[in-house]
């Protein structure tokens, strides 16, 4: 019998939901994750989604629904064409800001940290967002009756010139432009923002905004990767943290007694090749023998050997559960 050798992709644990307790503007605290959203309209919506510590604290490929807001007070604002982020600052200048995908299932690249002179300007931006939300707290939409808003969530006017009622912050509109027109007035590596299409309800494609976290520094370093934010075609929102790629076999090739495995894995987490010459004793794949612990980090193609005499080989991957 002429030796075999035969790849199965990898099974991994699927994504736990869970929900996370909001913020609030009114007692608005450094380090409450902001998402915030306009559409150059009548008003935009300012919502506190609670401290940094629930979006850094989750497990590996944990869901959370984002529940300070509804869909109700989007309407608002609008879905389609709408302009949304997610970002706060903590004490030491440390920012946290999203940044849109270009493709739905790819990840966009890491914003650049800078230093802390510079990253305190951009600090001081957001910071006026949310007294500008409480300036608006009574604020009532143009045709109705009374206002929707709430301790986690408040519609808004869409910038300082259409109302009087901002006297100690401002709107999310003018923090975002300033007189440059995006980018927290320029002060920001670039735009946080993921804007929708004009079709986005109806195109049935979720929009994806990874998160980044920017510790000061004095030289040039990426951002660290924590998750991204994915706004629902009917205007709801999660947020999955730390995701990873679903590791795959890509090709297996034999010379003599050595397997050549090439394959992906992700980039957080262990992940361990195991192999097995007989599927019907060798009981659950998770406790076939182990072959070697896999490399992880990123999306790349890897490569790993494997030497052994038998004719057929059976390998997957696994990450625990």
């Not at 007189?179 to 929009?207: I, L, Y």
């Amino acid at each position: 019998m002429p030796n075999k050798t035969i790849g199965l992709i990898a099974l991994l644990a699927g994504f736990a939901a869970s929900e996370l307790m909001a913020g609030d503007l009114t007692s608005y605290a450094t380090g409450d994750v902001l998402i915030c959203f306009r559409n150059g309209g009548a008003n935009d919506l300012v919502v506190d989604a609670g401290p940094i510590g629930n979006f850094t604290g989750l497990a590996q490929g944990q869901r959370i629904a984002i529940t300070a807001y509804t869909s109700d007070m989007l309407h608002y604002v609008s879905t389609n064409s709408v302009s949304w982020s997610a970002f706060t600052y903590t004490s030491d200048n440390t920012l946290y800001a999203t940044r849109a995908r270009n493709s739905f299932s790819v990840q966009s690249t890491p914003w650049q940290a800078g230093s802390s002179s510079l990253q305190a300007i951009t600090a001081g931006r957001i910071g006026t967002i949310p007294l500008g939300a409480v300036d608006e707290a009574a604020y009532v939409p143009p045709g109705e009756g009374s206002s929707p808003n709430t301790s986690t969530a408040v519609v808004e006017a869409d910038g300082t010139a259409s109302s009087g009622d901002y006297t100690t912050g401002e709107s999310y509109k003018d923090a975002m432009n300033g007189s440059f027109g995006s980018a927290f007035n320029g002060t920001f590596r670039g735009n946080p923002e993921f804007t929708t299409a004009a079709n986005f309800t109806k195109a049935n494609v979720n929009a994806r905004a990874d998160f980044y976290q920017m510790t000061p520094t004095g030289g040039i370093v990426a951002g660290t990767y924590l998750g991204f934010f994915e706004l629902s075609t009917n205007g709801s929102m999660s947020y999955v943290a730390y995701p990873s790629t679903v590791p795959s076999i890509k090709s297996i090739s034999r010379h003599g007694n050595i397997n050549t495995i090439n394959y992906t894995s992700g980039q957080y987490g262990t992940y361990t090749l195991r192999s097995t010459n007989n599927l019907v004793s060798s009981g659950a794949k998770t406790n076939w023998p182990a072959v070697s612990t896999l490399g992880s980090g990123d999306s790349s193609i890897r490569t790993t050997t494997d030497t052994t005499t038998d004719t057929m080989k059976f390998y997957i991957i696994t990450t625990p559960q």
